[in-house]
């Protein structure tokens, strides 16, 4: 089984999320034809893994077998230090139902005022999966390093992006520029791995 991604080839991204299918396409760089969970109205797996390695490989294994295709999933969230790495892995889940970040962002800050806590570092990390229909799972995980600031600012970006600003930047996730935020994200770095991992040229 050849174990590479060939430019212009179809991918599943295994994604029912609007920002993250952006940043994706982004950062494949118009190379493949990318089409999302999403659109082929595959279900979206449980993550029922305790890590974002796991969690990515179940979203990228789900999809293949039920697509018959090349797919590749993310799982990725916020890990603040002061809260022992929450909501980390359950960075989706605080947004509740409604997937209300407004209100996932408050809780983090309710919490850190609650302890007390003046320490604002936290990070993001992806874990990006690539599966094969019946075949196998290669996985890479990218980080950044930041600090929080509250309140919110900026409505650039999804999710926590608004209260994030990564080391050496003054503004957060929420105010860059989108390719500024894609060349130097978690996800880009998780990029970076798999394409050394898996993409010729
Ligand atoms: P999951 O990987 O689908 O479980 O969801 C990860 C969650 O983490 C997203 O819903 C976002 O709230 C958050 N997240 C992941 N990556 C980013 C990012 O680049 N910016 C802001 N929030 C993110």
Redesign the pocket.
Known sequence: MNLKLIKGMRLVAA?H?AG?AREIHALLDGHYEVVTAGELNLPEPA?TETTFVG?AMLKARHAADRSGEVCLA?????SVAALDGAPGIF??RW?GPEKD?GLAMRKIEERLEYLDATDRAAF?T?ALAVAWPDGPCVVVEGRVDGRLTFPPRGDR?????PVFIPDGHDQT?GEMDPALKDSL???AVAFRKLKAALIDG
């Open positions: 994604t999320n993250k993550e969690n993310d799982d990725s969230g916020l960075s989706a947004g970040f993001f992806s970006g999804f999710g926590y992006d996730f994200s978690h996800r």
